[in-house]
C-alpha cells in the first residue's frame, strides 16, 4: 500500500476498495454492462473483494471483463435468436449482480475475519465464482454459436435461451470457462495452483445445478397467443402468459445463486477432501 500511500492519507486507506470499486461500477454502468441498481450492489460485491486485497480484486474485476466481453459479443444475433423467451437481457441490474457475486464476497469477507479459514475461503469463494463464469458462457457461447438446444426434461430440441436447455457447444464453453477463472485465480495468487483442480470441479458442478435447477424446477410460463415456451411476462406479443410449471419463487436470478452456493460447495469439498 505503499503507493498508494503518497496519494491517501493513512486513516483513509480503507475507503480504496470501495473507491476502487466505485469507479469500476461507474465504469460498468457507462458501458451499459450494468443498471444503476446493479451498479451500486457491484460496488458492494466489489468492495468486500477488494477489501480482501489487490488478488481478490483483480480477480473479480478479470471475471467481470470475461463474462461481459462474452456477453456481449454477437449481441445482435443473441438477441435475434432469444428475444422472445428470456425474461432478461441487457445490463445487469442488483439481484442479477448479488446473485452471480455474493457469494464470492462472502468468501472473501470470511478469508478477511478469520485468517485461519482464508485458504478453505478462498477456493471455496473461486469456486462459486467460477460457477457463475462457467454458466454465463455456456449460455452465452451457446447461444451464439451453438444452433437449437436441446432441453435436458423433455428431451426435445427447444428455442434458444430456454433454460435448462443444453448445447455441446455450450457445455465445451463452460468447462473452458472454469478452467480460466481457476487459471486467473491461481496466477493472481488468491488460490495455490494445487487447489485449480478443486475450483474447476466447483465451477463445473455449480454450472451443471444451474442448468438442471433450470430444467425441472425453475418457473416455466407459457404465451398462450404464441403458443409457445417462454419466461416473460407479459411476452413481448403483449399476451400475459400462464404459470406452466417449476416453482413459482424460483427465477432466474435464485438458480444462478444456487450455482454459486453449488459451486463454493463442491469446490471445498474437493479441495478439503483431498
Ligand atoms: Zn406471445
Known amino acids: 500500500m505503499a503507493d498508494v500511500g503518497l496519494l491517501v492519507p493513512a486513516p483513509l486507506w480503507g475507503l480504496v476498495p470501495w473507491l476502487t470499486a466505485a469507479v469500476v461500477a461507474v465504469s460498468g454502468h457507462r458501458a451499459g454492462a450494468l443498471n444503476r441498481r446493479g451498479a451500486m450492489a457491484a460496488t458492494l460485491v466489489g468492495g468486500c473483494a477488494m477489501a480482501g486485497g489487490v488478488g481478490p480484486g483483480a480477480l473479480l474485476v478479470g471475471w467481470f471483463v470475461w463474462t461481459t466481453g462474452w456477453s456481449r459479443a454477437g449481441r445482435a444475433r443473441k438477441a435475434a435468436r432469444t428475444g422472445s423467451v428470456v425474461a432478461k437481457g441487457g445490463a445487469r441490474d442488483a439481484w442479477q449482480v448479488a446473485a452471480n457475486g455474493g457469494v464470492y464476497a462472502l468468501g472473501v469477507l470470511v478469508a478477511l475475519g478469520a485468517p485461519a479459514l482464508a485458504p478453505m475461503a478462498l477456493v471455496a469463494a473461486t469456486g462459486a465464482l467460477a460457477a457463475a463464469g462457467a454458466d454465463t458462457l455456456a449460455t452465452e457461447v451457446g447461444t451464439w454459436w451453438g444452433g437449437d438446444p436441446w432441453s435436458l ?52 458442478a455449480g454450472a451443471l445445478a444451474d442448468t438442471v435447477a433450470g430444467a425441472w424446477l425453475q418457473l416455466r410460463r407459457w404465451c398462450p397467443a404464441c403458443d409457445t415456451a417462454t419466461e416473460q411476462d407479459p411476452h413481448d406479443c403483449g399476451a400475459a402468459t400462464r404459470v406452466a410449471g417449476g416453482w413459482r419463487w424460483l427465477d432466474n436470478d435464485a438458480v444462478n445463486l444456487l450455482a454459486t452456493v453449488v459451486g463454493a460447495a463442491v469446490a471445498w469439498g474437493v479441495w478439503g477432501g483431498r
Do not use: F, H, N
Request: proline share 4%; hydrophobic share 60%.
Open 153 to 204: 426434461r423433455t428431451r426435445r430440441r427447444v428455442a434458444t435461451g430456454t433454460s435448462g436447455a443444453v448445447t455441446p457447444v455450450g457445455t465445451a464453453a463452460l468447462g473452458v470457462s472454469a478452467l480460466v477463472v481457476a487459471a486467473l485465480a491461481a496466477a493472481l495468487a488468491v488460490i495455490s495452483w494445487r487447489a485449480l483442480p478443486a475450483v474447476v470441479a466447483g465451477g463445473v
